[in-house]
């Protein structure tokens, strides 16, 4: 039972340009939406959160978008630079029980070329 | 750098061995997660503890065991080794469970298990 979806594998986009990268979740009971992203060899770094309250939070160029109606997240990057290409893992922290365990997608790679 | 340690970063063992994972948390994060990530897949929560103790559990295998020792370092044990569980083995720690925002979570580099 995947709760976290990203549909898409891969995505490749020009430098300068606006990467999106899109998430799905299917339970209502999450609290947080988070971002993180991931070079080969390393783990996981934070990137960016969202309340379940809240419809939009930005970071310089990175902002994440939330539409709780159609149960859907998207991280965009502007402008995009070579060094954001990574493995985007969005992740989603319930809202129930004292832990703030994270409920990983598939991840998305992202390729942005010079 | 997170300030999260694992040992070992590459471990190759024989089916129906046992092994320990080690992680060291950041200085001060009392909460530390143990995540397992297979092939084209995301990553998997296995087990959470908080300040030693067991505070959550996701899809551990019973082979598997973890701790959280008094110095808050923590290990994971995996015992009668398949194949299948050759995987990337991260540990994450966070302050703790805080409520009113987002408990962000720092990564170790990961241990990469292989099993033959």
């Known amino acids: 039972d995947q709760q976290v979806k990203q549909n898409s594998p891969s995505l490749s986009v020009q430098e300068g340009r606006i990467s999106i990268l899109n998430c799905d979740y299917t339970n209502s009971m999450f609290d947080y939406f988070l971002w993180y992203k991931k070079y080969p060899a390393e783990g996981p770094t934070f990137l960016i959160s969202i309340s379940s309250i809240k419809d939009k939070n930005e970071d310089g160029r990175f902002t994440v978008f939330l539409n709780k109606s159609a149960k859907h997240l998207s991280l965009h990057i502007v402008p995009s630079q070579p060094g954001d290409s990574a493995v985007y893992f969005c992740a989603a922290q319930p809202r129930s029980g004292n832990t703030g365990k994270l409920i990983f997608g598939q991840g998305t790679t992202l390729q942005v070329k010079p | ?116």
């Open chain 2, 1 to 116: 750098d997170s300030g999260v340690t694992q040992t070992p970063k590459h471990l190759i063992t024989a089916t129906g061995q046992r092994v320990t994972l080690r992680c060291s948390p950041r200085s001060g994060d009392l909460s530390v997660y143990w995540y397992q990530q297979s092939l084209d897949q995301g990553l998997q929560f296995l087990i959470q503890y908080y300040n030693g103790e067991e505070r959550a559990k996701g899809n551990i295998l019973e082979r598997f065991s973890a701790q959280q020792f008094p110095d808050l370092h923590s290990e994971l044990n995996l015992s009668s080794l398949e194949l299948g569980d050759s995987a990337l083995y991260f540990c994450a720690s966070s302050v703790g469970t805080v409520r009113g925002r987002a408990e962000t979570q720092y990564f170790g580099p990961g241990t990469r298990l292989l099993v033959l």
